[in-house]
């Protein structure tokens, strides 16, 4: 029997990042459309997981990709419009019970691009 993998994701101004956590994963597929997502792997004892997401919004699929280490599987893809945040990232306005918000790694985007716009500013004046 397959289940979900506890997932965690957060919103960037040009990319979405998903982390699934399942420790010692092995036969690690992603596959990543344009308007969704489709994770499976086991675990060490052989458990199957699996998730498939309808995206809220469209992404590049082609400027996409996934990093697996001991502890999780990381995706990120790229949002096919840039500086529109995402309020979720399925594209139902439903929230199940493996997804979480990542508040570690969440942050307001306004105060980045204040910071960036200073720092180009201070740049441009020297």
Do not use: H
């Not at 699929?61 to 990232?89: G, L």
Request: net charge negative.
């Amino acid at each position: 029997p397959r289940q979900p993998a506890k997932m965690l994701w957060y919103d960037r101004p040009r990319y979405v990042y998903l982390e699934f956590c399942v420790e010692d994963s092995r036969d690690v597929k992603v596959i990543i459309e344009d308007q969704r997502l489709v994770f499976s792997c086991k675990n060490a004892d052989g458990v199957e997981f699996y998730n498939e997401i309808n995206l809220y919004a469209r992404v590049n699929s082609k400027d996409s990709q996934e990093k697996r280490s001991d502890r999780s599987i990381t995706c990120f893809m790229r949002k096919w419009k840039e500086k529109v945040a995402w309020p979720r990232i399925t594209k139902e306005n439903i929230k199940p019970a493996w997804l979480s918000v990542d508040f570690d790694n969440w942050r307001d985007w306004e105060g980045d691009e204040e910071v960036e716009r200073a720092m180009v500013e201070q740049y441009a004046e020297v």
